[in-house]
């Protein structure tokens, strides 16, 4: 009894052993999983924007293309040369124009799926400035039926409030469609992620290469006079180091032939089928990130792209499939929200005419359209984007 009640006393004593029952499974399953980079908008901005050369110049062509193209103002009887918001439009703010308002609103767009823009009101109906607020920063407050009642904008831990239930907004919340978010917008950046993630992880690889096991361009191998392998000796190493830099190295000796002599045999290396294949998967990863930003892949210098017979062509469909679209939708969302400040209905859109990449587009439209007898002029000018002048002031 007394040695019964020592074992089953030693027994509690010992520690327990505790263990999930699915940490095997979990460890197992999660040896070979893939790790993808957060998919937050400060972590594509970095990894996708600052951190990768085809994200970022796709971005910067889309932006800078879009924020070039010359907007003009109209309603439906005339096109305003002088009015306070085209003004305003100009010269937004103190320290930005109109270029670079729009660039930096269409770069946020771009890489959040959101652009917001802030009104500085004055004693006028018409704002005195206009600001680019920085997405991330941005939460939007949905009030209980679901629509927008505040938006808060934090910056190093300090929150400012903007209230949107009155009849003007001091906030223009610009967002691309998203299927399953009623507040936020999907940005291409978002679509591109996956490709972005492979494109960096072969540009990693490919530095590890070079740092870790970049291949020379060929190797010397000696053998002894018996057919085997041997060891130089102390003078005959040193000499032919001395005639590989004198002879062999440089730009004035590139394809000098090498006479090699005493059993020396030259063995040429290259890349291995799998290197070659790493950077076809780069390649390919460079063409995703291109067709998810709509950006022809010939104009980022990608090569293996022939889907155009040539560099016109693709400008010109660059301009029509994705800065066109881009700019007009975000001018509307731009003159609506302004035109409820100054009280009457403007449009602001983008001028057509002045745009060089579709001038051939433009010029073969105005022939057409101006060819139309059964057409009037107002007619004319509705179809060709100009607002419809008064006839009776034409008479």
Avoid at 16 to 37: C, D, F, I, M, Q
Avoid at 300 to 307: K, N, Q, R
Avoid at 310 to 328: C, D, G, S
Wanted: with cysteine; aromatic share 8%.
């Amino acid at each position: 009894m007394v040695f019964q009640f020592l074992r089953r006393r030693a027994e509690t004593d010992a520690p327990e052993l505790k263990a999930s029952a699915t940490g095997p499974v979990v460890a197992h399953l999660s040896a070979g999983r893939v790790a993808w980079s957060p998919r937050d908008t400060a972590t594509l901005t970095r990894t996708g924007f600052a951190g990768n050369p085809v994200g970022f110049r796709a971005v910067k062509l889309i932006a800078e293309a879009a924020a070039a193209l010359p907007l003009v103002l109209q309603d439906r009887q005339r096109r305003y040369e002088e009015h306070p918001v085209m003004a305003l439009v100009r010269r937004p703010n103190g320290a930005q124009g109109r270029a670079e308002l729009f660039e930096a609103l269409y770069g946020q767009l771009l890489l959040s799926g959101d652009g917001y823009l802030e009104a500085v009101m004055s004693d006028q109906s018409v704002p005195l400035e206009l600001h680019v607020l920085r997405s991330e920063r941005m939460r939007l407050v949905p009030g209980a039926d679901g629509w927008p009642v505040a938006y808060e904008y934090a910056v190093g831990g300090r929150k400012h409030r903007f209230d949107v239930t009155g009849e003007v907004s001091p906030i223009c919340h610009i967002k691309s469609f998203h299927p399953q978010d009623d507040h936020y917008g999907l940005s291409p950046m978002q679509a591109a992620a996956s490709a972005l993630d492979v494109h960096n992880a072969a540009s990693r690889w490919s530095k590890g290469l070079l740092d870790n096991a970049a291949r020379p361009s060929g190797a010397i191998v000696y053998q002894s006079t018996d057919g085997a392998g041997g060891q130089m000796s102390r003078e005959q190493y040193e000499r032919l180091v001395s005639e590989m830099e004198t002879h062999h190295q440089g730009a004035r000796n590139a394809g000098r032939p090498m006479l090699l002599e005493g059993g020396l045999d030259w063995k040429p290396m290259g890349f291995s089928p799998a290197d070659m294949e790493f950077q076809k998967t780069k390649e390919a990863a460079a063409r995703e990130i291109a067709v998810a930003f709509g950006v022809p892949p010939m104009l980022l210098g990608i090569p293996g792209e022939a889907t155009f017979a040539n560099y016109q062509e693709a400008h010109r469909a660059f301009y029509r499939l994705t800065v066109l679209p881009l700019a007009t939708r975000v001018a509307a969302s731009v003159s609506a929200w302004l035109s409820a400040y100054a009280g009457e209905a403007l449009e602001l859109k983008p001028d057509l005419d002045q745009v060089p990449a579709l001038a051939s587009e433009r010029d073969a439209q105005w022939a057409r359209v101006a060819a139309a007898e059964f057409l009037s002029a107002a007619e004319k000018r509705v179809l060709l984007g100009l607002p419809a002048l008064d006839e009776a002031k034409n008479d």
